[in-house]
């Protein structure tokens, strides 16, 4: 990074938490990528919802083992206590309007999710220069409204 960049704000969907504070296919690289940017993560509530969601979810749809919600849960605590997941202050409903500008823009020809686009929204929101995934899709419409994509399958 040149002094004229910038500090990099770091944002990441819910694929990518997973990986991070679960234990998945994902979670040894997803590890790398937060180590090489040695800063936290900046996240809100919005975020925090999704991936708890998923993770209650993945339990009870027997995809993960009994307990494995509770570890993640406990590591997003452990993650925010550390100082490696930052939650600044937020505007849901700032989110929701830009949201549904970007389903506005995009939805239609590219099928994004509403959590796809509601959690590229709140990066936005947050002031975020970089987008955390794994997921193609929701990839294509971080880099679509100017965030720098860091992924591992695509550096």
Partial sequence: MTAEEGPRILAADTSFLLSLLGTDSHSAEAGVVVRRFSRPLTLCSIN??????????????GFKE???SAVVEAALEAERRAGRLVYPPFSPARALARATELSRRHALAHGHRTYDVLLVAAALELGATDFLTFDERQAKLAEAEGLVVRDVERG
């Fill in 48 to 61: 925090d919802l999704e991936l708890l969601n998923a993770a209650f979810m993945a339990e009870f749809q």
């Fill in 66 to 68: 009994s307990g494995s």
